[in-house]
Nanobody
Framework: QVQLVESGGGLVQAGGSLRLSCAASGRTSSSYAMGWFHQAPGKEREFVATITATGIGPYYADSVKGRFTISRDNAKNTVYLQMNSLKPEDTAVYYC??????????????WGQGTQVTVSS
């Protein structure tokens, strides 16, 4: 079993930056590929980024490529999402997930509770 807790969300102006963290607990949490998703009001949950268990091969949605960076520190059992050049359309609840390296949310076994990111224009 893996527990995930996100933090770092908040309110930021367009063009600003935020760094989200996802702390994982569980004996084998560092062995899982991890991903970030977001969900805006009235919309389906969408893929943002994913990274392998060893931290190589990050993969991004086209909408965030060049602006967001996913990384992980397995010594701290934490995955990060650095978000730069934020846009109002990035406003959503951001979730981290464990267990897959795919963009399909149904392939992930574990989910955090989410953290709200609001970008004002």
């Amino acid at each position: 079993q893996v527990q995930l807790v996100e933090s770092g969300g908040g309110l930021v102006q367009a063009g600003g930056s935020l760094r989200l963290s996802c702390a994982a607990s569980g004996r084998t949490s560092s062995s899982y590929a991890m991903g970030w998703f977001h969900q805006a009001p009235g919309k389906e949950r969408e893929f943002v980024a994913t990274i392998t268990a060893t931290g190589i091969g990050p993969y991004y949605a086209d909408s965030v490529k060049g602006r967001f960076t996913i990384s992980r520190d397995n010594a701290k059992n934490t995955v990060y999402l650095q978000m730069n050049s934020l846009k109002p359309e990035d406003t959503a609840v951001y979730y981290c997930a464990a267990g897959s390296y795919l963009s399909d949310s149904k392939t992930y076994a574990y989910w955090g509770q989410g953290t709200q990111v609001t970008v004002s224009s």
